[in-house]
């Protein structure tokens, strides 16, 4: 299954299956993008990153892939587990010509693992 | 441990109350942020502080306010608490130069 992070909120996936989420980013002096994990209650917890001067990065079942032509990030879980349920954040590191930098988070998409 | 500590974890208060909720780490991180996170929405920045002296407004600063004491140490307080501040509040840190935040656990905050 696919899903634009921003527009189509919830992402229904079977066991097993791989899930793709999607995220627009806005800025283009990002130069470092995250994907954090939340379940209900706690904080955000760290999936994966990517630098700007990549385009992919893999982690274990997890691999981010960033497109800068269309300011586009994706995260794919594959074999998806009952564990990957939760809600799913793209965040963008937005630095200014001073030095400054944030975090600035998407909206979210709440992903579902089906048994 | 926790590298990133907040109290309280919960807190219900009475509208026009003043309120402080502390943020404290031992990463050795110079920069700290207060971020409020609504239901079913991402987290949105409050104040943001790169050392003990700066301290910049975020896209929803008004009603609050920050200090920052110590490098380990970013404080944020609400002078007068009202019901549509009720939210989970989070610090998070990170070390110029390098890469990687580090998130409190959270404080959930209710105004009644």
């Known amino acids: 299954g696919e899903s634009v992070g921003l527009h189509l909120p919830t992402l229904s996936v079977q066991e097993g299956d791989n899930s793709i989420i999607n995220c627009a980013y806005s800025n283009s002096a990002s130069d470092y993008f995250i994907w954090y994990k939340q379940e209900s209650g706690k904080g955000p917890q760290f999936i994966i990153d990517?630098?700007?001067?990549?385009d992919k990065r893999q982690g274990q079942r997890v691999t981010v892939l960033l497109n800068k032509t269309v300011k586009h990030l994706s995260l794919q879980i594959a074999a998806t587990q009952p564990g990957d349920s939760a809600v799913y954040f793209c965040?963008?590191?937005?630095?200014?010509?001073?030095?400054?930098?944030?975090?600035?988070f998407g909206t979210g998409t709440r992903l579902t693992i089906i048994p | 441990d926790a590298d990133v500590t907040q109290t309280p974890r919960n807190r219900i208060t009475k509208t026009g109350k003043r309120i402080m909720l502390e943020c404290s780490q031992t990463?050795?991180?110079?920069?700290m942020y207060w971020y409020r996170q609504d239901p079913g929405l991402g987290l949105r920045l409050i104040y943001y502080s790169f050392d003990v002296k700066d301290i910049n407004k975020g896209e929803i600063s008004d009603g609050y306010s920050v200090s920052r004491q110590a490098q380990a140490k970013f404080s944020l307080s609400l002078e007068s608490a009202i019901p549509n501040q009720t939210a989970l509040y989070f610090c998070a840190t990170k070390k110029s130069g390098y890469y990687g935040y580090t998130f409190g656990s959270g404080t959930r905050l209710t105004v009644v």
């Open positions: 965040a963008e590191n937005i630095v200014s010509n001073f030095g400054n930098e944030k975090l600035t």
């Open positions: 990463k050795g991180h110079d920069r």
């Open positions: 990517i630098r700007s001067n990549m």
